[in-house]
């Protein structure tokens, strides 16, 4: 009841004058990348700040908190850090105005703080806060959008050394992203990020060979203070490996394998308990200018009474010009996702993207990669070192007609389950994005959509998705 008594505003208002006192002094100082010092990674507890044991080469304002001695010959530290995000967000008529309020603009007010503790080399806790808030948001907003304050990790790490290589153990809260995030991610576009609850272990026996497997449940989110808890409805389990492949330079492959468990899944062909495997492999590399991403994912198991056999193939290749202007990268993203092409055969078609980065397709998350067809050519120019633009075009069809459309909560849109052809429609999206200093990024997007002539038809709309953001980090 508290945070509804507070205007929005106001309880705003503590984010953006950290946040523009931050940019002010990131005008005014900006941070040495030297030689060997870490950089910010997406993940936090990824990074590795014992380097600063050497007062010599703290050369950034915050690095008196990024290696904290707690014994006197420095083997137990300390790190802190963390993260405010001011982003900006316009909608019209989103998912072709086919399933949500016409227009919503908001403000999207994220703050992460966290402790990573190490006690000597063995072992170490990390545990990270967040709190996310929204301003002028039309009715009520999700809980990954407007969550008070809560846990989004907190786990304890176990590291060992084993035969040709190193072991690590790890328990409690966390955040997963594996290969490309086209299955697995943090889901980074919302205020709360994606965790989950559970155990994971990594063997890694070179930079270029890791494996990871891990027993899990999704976090489920709710919007008040510290009350966010397991989903009891899913289970998440499952084996990931990243290789070199030999004799081949700069091509590396991961092979995977991936168990869900849901209690109430929902697809067009209805709702029902779901058990699905998943198996697959990623083809990815650089060389020569060329960069390439290929991955092939085949799904079975039962939903309900029925079997599931699903697949995509999904490719993402391009070619940059380093040598002309603004090195323009030439790009071309395809996918081929599955539907079910009859929805009382005794078989599910279509294909589930688990936990899927958003954005996927663009920043407006127009539609689900579930029942889809889809290319996208698109430029990327480096207009300076630290500035970047992406324009592409990204036509869509449905993969099986009989199928719906998946909004990006990865449900069927009503209504949308055949007879409305196969073209959905087609989006244009613009991006640029500028890391001012190690701390400080800002970006801003536009989309464009328009509808298909039979989802026009069916009450289909032009629309517009504009975001503007601001993310600073230390």
């Not at 324009?391 to 869509?396: E, L």
């Not at 993969?399 to 989006?427: M, N, W």
Request: one cysteine or more; aromatic letters at 12%; proline letters at 5%.
């Amino acid at each position: 009841m508290r945070g509804r008594a507070i205007p929005c505003a106001l309880r705003a208002a503590p984010y953006a004058l950290v946040l523009a006192f931050s940019l002010a002094m990131n005008l005014t100082v900006v941070a040495e990348d030297a030689i060997g010092r870490p950089a910010y990674q997406s993940s936090r507890f990824d990074e590795d700040w014992s380097v600063l044991r050497d007062p010599a080469k703290r050369t950034d304002p915050f690095d008196p908190i990024k290696f904290i001695p707690l014994t006197a010959d420095g083997s137990w530290y300390a790190t802190l850090g963390g993260e405010l995000r001011e982003r900006f967000e316009s909608s019209r008529n989103p998912l072709f105005g086919l399933a949500a309020r016409a227009r919503n603009d908001y403000l999207l007010h994220r703050a992460f703080l966290f402790a990573d503790v190490h006690y000597g080399p063995n072992f170490r806790t990390f545990v990270e806060l967040a709190s996310g808030l929204t301003s002028g948001w039309t009715g009520t907003p999700p809980a990954t959008q407007k969550n008070d304050l809560d846990l989004l990790q907190g786990f304890g790490e176990l590291s060992f050394p084993v035969e040709k290589g190193d072991a690590v153990l790890r328990a409690g809260r966390q955040e997963m992203s594996f290969g490309s995030s086209r299955l697995v991610s943090v889901r980074e576009g919302p205020n709360f990020r994606r965790s989950f609850d559970g155990a994971r272990g990594t063997w890694t026996a070179s930079k270029d060979f890791r494996v990871d497997a891990f027993v899990v449940r999704p976090v489920a989110h709710q919007s008040g203070v510290f009350d966010d808890g397991m989903d009891d409805n899913q289970s998440f389990w499952g084996v990931y490996a990243t290789a070199a492949v030999p004799g081949i330079h700069g091509l590396k492959a991961d092979v995977y394998y991936l168990g869900l468990a849901r209690r109430n899944a929902s697809f067009a062909q209805g709702i029902a308990p779901e058990r699905r495997e998943t198996i697959g492999t990623r083809i990815f590399g650089k060389r020569d200018g060329f960069d390439w991403n290929m991955e092939g994912v085949f799904q079975f198991g039962s939903f309900g009474a029925s079997n599931i056999r699903a697949w995509t193939v999904s490719a993402d290749v391009g070619y940059t010009f380093a040598n002309l202007l603004f090195s323009p990268r030439l790009g071309l993203k395809a996918d081929a996702i599955s539907g079910d092409k009859n929805l009382k055969d005794g078989t599910l078609g279509t294909f589930n993207p688990l936990f899927p980065k958003l954005p996927y397709f663009s920043e407006a998350n127009l539609v689900a990669p579930m029942n889809l067809l889809d290319i996208q050519p698109n430029v990327t120019l480096a207009v300076t070192p630290k500035v970047s633009l992406n324009v592409g075009w990204n036509p869509f069809w449905k993969q099986e007609t009989a199928d719906a459309i998946y909004s990006s909560a990865l449900a069927p849109v009503k209504g949308t389950a055949g007879g409305l052809g196969r073209f959905i429609g087609h989006q244009t999206s613009a991006t640029v994005a500028w890391a001012a200093d190690a701390h400080l990024n800002i970006a801003g997007t536009y989309v464009h959509y328009s509808p298909g002539e039979r989802i026009r038809q069916a009450g289909g709309q032009d629309g517009d998705f504009v975001a503007i953001w601001a993310q600073w980090l230390f």
